[in-house]
């Protein structure tokens, strides 16, 4: 920042006559203007964030007075006795997030692994562009997919043979419906796989050669080279890229709401319908009929919110200290 | 601080306010867009699912007889258009529930009901291997949205269905997601079909469901129970019909098994049209009689009963009266039934109670 | 070679072939969505589609002519609104800022980043929707020029501070006040790198459903103006899909075909743009 004003801060500070003709000067020249002008659209940023945070807390007084804490633990959803609890959608999101998380991880590590040592740098950039378009598809053409081809795919092929075969335990329990937990999970997976993917193979190149290269001279063969020392080497960038990938999956809308069922409860069975929270505001939100229920909604948003901060300033920590270690090696 | 820097942030923080002053002014209901016809008048309406293809059909129909009349409605379901209507957003509602007194008095402008056809709930089914019309008795109905029943061959089922083969698979129940005057008709029906009901459930547009999936507007539940083997839904008739899926005859309160139809829900009405309230709330399900199709019911449209733009108005008065009509002669191509004539000629007289 | 070795060789090849393996399967996926839109929505594209409005439930050869302008229109709302505020700012950012307020900025702008579209929706409900009383596009438009911001404001922010300082020094010699070396000189520098960061956005926000479903609502005519509720694609096949119509469904499949060719025309676009000013600000 020193360099862009060096010309302007060459001369020595004037007395107060020279400030203000300095001033005047500014102001003359336009520079004052500009400063004030794009110094109001910065803080408009500022603004709005401060606006959303106020109106979400300010529009859910009624739930947090009447609730409190227990709003979060609490698992009944009535609107007809504005009995609210926040406990089902929580549940939702968390388990079809790490659903999500738990088939998505290791195809993206993976596949930025093979991207970032094993293939040719063209071929890499090639598919990494590739896979960022992925990232690039609208929520809903994968609700859409979801609904007409996933979903009757999974329930055929996958749900009904593991309910036929192991249909005793909780996690398969239930009806084979084809929408539910899983396939909330499932899609969730494809959306955050290209996250995960593409900020993972950024973080493993920018690992220092020579780490490698010792490894190797050591007598290492690559695949130990990658998972014993480049892999842990950029073991923060690769969480960083994960919780980045969580906050994404947390607060996705469209594709859950047409694959999860929309059943507010908490149940152990990967086929049992479920609710998240993106899911309920969007089905519910234009007909909630008392302030109660639409601030019961917003609370929620409040909630999601809250959360989704957490984990993005977690995940933008985890990815600094990637980057802050390779360059002051 | 210096007092150069409090005054760029002063100048700064009043710049601000007089954009977001600016941006916050610009609309202004009353200003025409340019290059739009003055007369134009778009007039916004949301509500029930229910009775959406007639809606649809009697909104497009009468914009082509008035071109410049263009009546926006939205189907999203009964809970939307009560909500909407009461915070003003939309200029007309439509419910397939009448609003409770506790519901009216939270509306600035009291909503008058004004029937438009009567409808069928339908128990509308995918069960792979049975291709002919299930009999539902009303305990099974209530049972298998309970919970209670949870496979097709259950003898409550099986009884009244000696012909069909049932197989041992679970019941996936589909049920709606949002507040829906579907939902009021068919859990109306159930709590005076069940006392277990009743007491455990009860009748709202929204109940907290024991089982099931829960799908967005009639549609979403017919999309649901397309796409799911050994579901059961409830939906409109129409719905059932338009997409050509299997649904139930329902036992009524003479005992007989009926499948829905014209003349079922039409006898349904019969009583309550000879003794029809001036607000136009009743319900008919469970009606008796041995012709009467059980889950039966009116559907209004809610509209305020004082407008501050006369121009739109006139356009819904208007409406409403072609609506009565020759708006009833599209009806039965839909599977809605008519409004008895008694019912017509009193709505007539109550159009003008709207100011 | 002893058996360790050995070992330690087979798994060295199992391993890479699973990750090979992992990478064609991500692939796949791409070419699977594809593949299903090119198929389903190809097939159900018509002329009807571009230029009919929607017709009565369960009639036939009603299009979406209303729902693409309508997300035309959604757009250059959200550009109009969005991309002032985030230029400007990345400006500040990049020419006068350091200190505490700047890090505010760009940390409140990472924040705006990560919240859920959903919430956006809730947040122009109460501010836009409530006072007017009225669905509108103006609602959906403030919601998707929120979410345009931080994209633009960061990566103006990226280019703008990447413009090499010979250039900049080399305007500030000349004579040029502040603001005209950053206006007549460093802006159009980095000008490409902007414009794909703008263009990146207005992909991002072409696609979003959430934010649109209780603020610009939904319209089966034209939508005159920006105070009435207004058809967008997202919100379409949204409804669309959800219906037991078939008619709806292929629709819904040509809506899709649309849209993603629109946000991958859009992404791809951007990014050939920005190599391409690499390779001319290489050779020049």
Redesign the interface.
């Known amino acids: 920042m020193v360099t862009s004003t060096t010309a302007l801060e060459l001369a020595p500070r004037p007395g107060r006559p020279g400030r203000a003709r300095a001033f005047v000067g500014r102001l003359r020249s336009g520079d004052e203007i500009a400063y004030l002008i794009t110094w109001a659209f910065a803080a408009s940023v500022l603004l709005i964030t401060c606006l959303i945070v106020y109106e979400l807390w300010d529009k859910s007084a009624l739930p947090r007075h009447k609730f409190g804490l227990h709003f979060l633990v609490t698992s009944v959803w009535d609107p007809v006795f504005e009995q609210f609890g926040a406990l089902p959608f929580i549940y939702g999101t968390l388990v079809t997030s790490a659903l999500a998380l738990l088939i998505a991880v290791p195809l993206g590590v993976g596949a930025a692994i093979f991207l970032a040592e094993l293939a040719p740098p063209r071929i890499s950039d090639a598919l990494s562009f590739v896979i960022e378009l992925l990232a690039a598809v609208p929520s809903v053409i994968y609700g859409l997919i979801g609904i007409f081809v996933m979903v009757p795919l999974l329930r055929k092929y996958v749900e009904v043979p593991l309910h036929g075969a192991f249909g005793y335990l909780p996690l398969f329990k239930g009806p084979v419906m084809g929408v539910g937990f899983l396939a909330a999970g499932v899609v969730l997976a494809v959306m955050i796989v290209p996250f995960i993917l593409s900020i993972s193979r950024e973080v493993l190149l920018s690992v220092p050669v020579d780490q490698r290269e010792a490894a190797l001279a050591l007598g290492a063969t690559k695949w130990e080279s990658t998972w014993k020392v480049v892999v842990p080497y950029a073991r923060s960038g690769i969480m960083g890229s994960i919780f980045l990938a969580l906050a994404r999956a947390l607060g996705e809308t469209m594709a859950v709401t047409m694959v999860i069922g929309n059943n507010p409860q908490v149940a152990a069975s990967l086929f049992a319908p479920g609710y998240s929270i993106a899911a309920v505001i969007a089905n519910e939100f234009t007909e909630a009929t008392s302030d109660m229920y639409v601030q019961a909604l917003i609370e929620l948003g409040l909630v999601l919110f809250a959360v989704t901060i957490v984990i993005n300033a977690l995940a933008r920590i985890l990815i600094l200290t990637t980057a802050g270690r390779g360059t002051a090696h | 601080m210096t007092k150069r820097s409090l005054k760029q942030m002063a100048t700064a923080v009043a710049f601000g306010l007089i954009l977001v002053a600016g941006l916050i002014s610009r609309p202004r209901p009353s200003s025409p867009a340019p290059a739009v016809p003055a007369d134009r008048l778009q007039i916004n309406a949301a509500g029930a699912t229910f009775p959406y293809p007639i809606y649809s059909k009697w909104f497009d129909e009468y914009h082509k007889m008035h071109p410049d009349l263009e009546i926006n409605y939205q189907s999203i379901g009964s809970g939307g258009g009560i909500r909407q209507l009461q915070s003003g957003t939309v200029d007309f509602g439509a419910s397939d529930m009448p609003l409770k007194d506790e519901q009216l008095g939270q509306f600035k402008v009291k909503p008058l009901h004004f029937p438009t056809v009567m409808g069928a709930v339908v128990p509308t089914y995918n069960v792979p291997g049975v291709t002919g019309d299930l009999k539902f008795t009303q305990k099974a109905l209530a049972g298998i949205f309970m919970g209670k029943i949870t496979k097709w061959n259950d003898p409550e089922i099986a009884n009244a269905n000696s012909g069909a083969k049932l197989p041992g698979d679970d019941i996936v129940v589909v049920h709606r997601s949002e507040g829906s005057g579907t939902t009021f008709i068919w859990t109306d029906f159930l709590s005076k079909a069940d006392p277990d009901w009743k007491a455990k459930v009860g009748s709202n547009s929204s109940v907290n469901w024991p089982v099931g999936l829960g799908g967005k507007g009639n549609e979403g539940v017919s999309g649901l129970v397309q796409q799911t083997p050994n579901s059961i839904g409830y939906v409109e008739l129409i719905y059932a019909i338009q997409n050509h899926m299997h649904y139930g005859l329902v036992q009524n309160a003479a005992g007989v098994f009926l499948k829905a139809d014209l003349a079922g829900v039409t006898a349904a009405a019969a009583a309550a049209a000879k003794s029809m309230p001036d607000d136009f709330r009743v319900s008919i399900t469970d009606a008796p009689g041995k012709n009467a199709y059980p889950i039966s019911s009116f559907t209004w449209l809610l509209i305020p009963s004082s407008f501050s733009d006369a121009a739109k108005r006139d356009a819904i008065t208007g409406f409403l009266r072609w609506m009565l009509k020759e708006g009833q002669q599209y009806t039965e191509a839909l599977s809605y039934a008519p409004l008895p004539k008694e019912v017509v000629a009193k709505e007539m007289k109550a159009i003008s109670k709207i100011k | 070679m002893g058996m360790r070795t050995v070992w330690?060789?087979a798994?060295?090849i199992l391993?890479?072939s699973?990750?090979?393996?992992?990478?064609l399967?991500?692939?796949a996926?791409?070419f699977f969505?594809l593949g299903?839109?090119l198929w389903?929505g190809g097939r159900s594209v018509s002329w009807n589609f571009f230029t009919k409005l929607p017709?009565?439930?369960?009639?036939t050869g009603g299009g979406m002519a209303n729902a693409i302008v309508g997300s035309g229109k959604l757009l250059l709302l959200a550009a109009l609104?969005g991309v002032?505020?985030g230029f400007?700012?990345g400006?500040?950012?990049a020419?006068?800022?350091?200190g505490t307020?700047?890090f505010?900025?760009r940390y409140?702008?990472?924040?705006?980043n990560?919240?859920?579209?959903?919430?956006?929706?809730?947040?122009a409900?109460?501010?836009v929707?409530?006072?007017?009383?009225?669905?509108?596009a103006?609602a959906g438009g403030l919601a998707l020029a929120?979410m345009l911001?931080?994209i633009v404001?960061r990566s103006t922010e990226q280019f703008l501070r990447a413009v090499p300082?010979p250039l900049?020094?080399g305007a500030?010699?000349l004579g040029a006040?502040?603001?005209?070396a950053?206006?007549t000189v460093v802006v159009p520098a980095g000008f490409r790198g902007i414009a794909t960061g703008i263009l990146l956005s207005l992909?991002?926000v072409?696609?979003?459903?959430?934010p649109l479903?209780?603020t610009s609502?939904?319209?089966?005519?034209w939508?005159?103006?920006?105070?009435?509720?207004i058809a967008s694609l997202?919100v379409m096949?949204?409804?669309y899909?959800?219906?037991?119509?078939?008619d709806w469904?292929r629709q819904?499949?040509a809506a899709?075909l649309v849209?993603?060719a629109l946000?991958?025309i859009i992404?791809?676009g951007s990014?050939i743009i920005l190599s391409l000013g690499f390779q001319s600000s290489r050779s020049g």
Not at chain 3, 108 to 112: F, P, S, V, Y
Not at chain 3, 129 to 136: E, G, K, Y
Request: proline share 7%.
């Open positions: 330690r060789k798994v060295n391993m890479f699973l990750t090979g393996l992992a990478t399967f991500t692939i996926l791409l969505i299903y839109l389903y017709t009565p439930v369960g009639e609104i002032p505020v400007l700012g400006v500040y950012l020419e006068f800022g350091g307020f700047s505010l900025v409140t702008a990472d924040l705006l990560g919240i859920p579209s959903i919430v956006m929706g809730i947040f409900y109460t501010v929707v409530l006072p007017m009383r009225h669905f509108s103006l929120v911001v931080p404001l300082v900049r020094e500030l010699a006040s502040k603001w005209r950053v206006a992909a991002r072409a696609g979003e459903t959430a479903l209780f609502f939904s319209n089966r005519f939508a005159p103006g920006w105070d009435q509720p997202p096949i949204y409804t899909a959800l219906s037991p119509y078939e469904h819904a499949w899709g849209l993603l946000v991958f992404t791809t990014r």
